[in-house]
């Protein structure tokens, strides 16, 4: 069974930084896109960067060049990090990691097969 446990986030101020993680267990395959979403209130969750198993990254236009993924590999669990910065109000959202065996990790979200609870990214201005 896959499981997803993200921690870290809260408030920040604009221009700030926070870095979330999310460790994940139980997946077994050699191939794997591990990304970061996130949902505003009343908006529909969207793709913020993934990663695949081959170190491919791709962000979204509105993170690029301010959030860094990584991720550091063990042999029974993987931890995903997102390194948030110059943060703006905007970044406000439930960020949430998942993983899927997909090929490109260009899927949009709801053919990702496994998530974490999410957490609260909250940016004052």
């Known amino acids: 069974q896959v499981q997803l446990v993200e921690s870290g986030g809260g408030s920040v101020q604009a221009g700030g930084s926070l870095r979330v993680s999310c460790v994940v267990s139980?997946?077994?395959?050699?191939?794997?896109?591990m990304g970061w979403f996130r949902q505003a209130p009343g908006k529909e969750r969207e793709g913020v960067v993934s990663?695949?198993?081959?170190?491919?990254?791709?962000?979204a236009d509105s993170v690029k060049g301010r959030f860094v993924i990584s991720e550091d590999k063990a042999k029974a669990k993987n931890t995903l990090y997102l390194q948030m910065n110059s943060l703006k109000p905007e970044d406000t959202a439930k960020y949430y990691c998942?993983?899927?065996?997909?090929?490109?990790?260009?899927?949009?979200?709801?053919?990702?097969?496994?998530w974490g609870q999410g957490l609260k990214v909250t940016v004052s201005a």
């Open positions: 998942a993983v899927d065996s997909q090929v490109g990790c260009a899927g949009h979200w709801w053919s990702w097969a496994d």
């Open positions: 139980g997946y077994s395959g050699s191939r794997y896109c």
């Open positions: 990663i695949s198993s081959d170190g491919s990254t791709t962000y």
